[in-house]
């Protein structure tokens, strides 16, 4: 399988025994709130403001996690509609502390920017943000 990454590497924590399912691996819940805390620090990076996950489409389980495993979440926004935005997110693992890279899920997030009273509020244009959150958005 391809070592090659999409996006940018957001969050990392590893795999502990209290995260798993009756099967001894880890249990795909506690993946899947890995990758949506990773798209909320992406989303929210984009849009300035506070973001609530909307829907995930196309979610993949490839690869079992397992307990130890370091889980590497890579986030891109592919798409800003007015308030809302499409997060692609991946997880990858290393086993064994320096093993090779595995991609373990992929799905894509659509998160919505919220005013302060909690209300869908727009997403700024690209080119109103500071400096500071540019960082790699092609979108
Ligand atoms: C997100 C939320 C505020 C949107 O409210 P709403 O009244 O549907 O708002 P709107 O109709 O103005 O839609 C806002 C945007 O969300 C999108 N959207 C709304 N519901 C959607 C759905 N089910 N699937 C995909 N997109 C959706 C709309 O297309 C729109 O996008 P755009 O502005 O880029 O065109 C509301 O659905 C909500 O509070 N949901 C719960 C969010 C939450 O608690 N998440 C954590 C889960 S535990």
């Known amino acids: 399988m ?5 996006g940018r ?4 924590t590893m795999a502990m025994p ?3 399912n009756p099967s001894g691996d880890i249990f ?5 709130s890995q990758m949506d805390i990773a798209a909320g620090i992406c989303a929210s990076q984009r849009a300035q403001q506070r973001v609530v996950t909307v829907s995930l489409e196309g ?9 130890g495993d370091i889980l590497g979440v890579y986030t891109e926004v592919i798409e800003v509609g007015k308030t809302s935005m499409r997060i692609h997110v991946e997880a990858w693992v290393r086993r064994g502390q320096i093993g090779l890279r595995e991609k373990v899920t ?3 997030f659509k998160f919505v920017a919220l005013d302060a009273e ?3 509020t727009p997403v700024p244009a690209k080119s109103s943000l500071p400096d500071y959150a540019m960082e790699e958005f092609t979108v």
């Not at 795909?28 to 899947?32: N, P, Q």
């Not at 979610?59 to 307990?67: C, E, L, Y």
């Open 59 to 67: 979610m993949s389980f490839i690869r079992p996690v397992k307990v």
């Open 106 to 108: 992929e799905a894509v």
């Open 18 to 20: 209290a995260d798993t």
């Open 9 to 12: 590497l957001t969050t990392r």
């Open 118 to 120: 909690g209300y869908p």
């Open 28 to 32: 795909g819940g506690w993946v899947l």
């Open 2 to 6: 391809s070592q090659e990454t999409r």
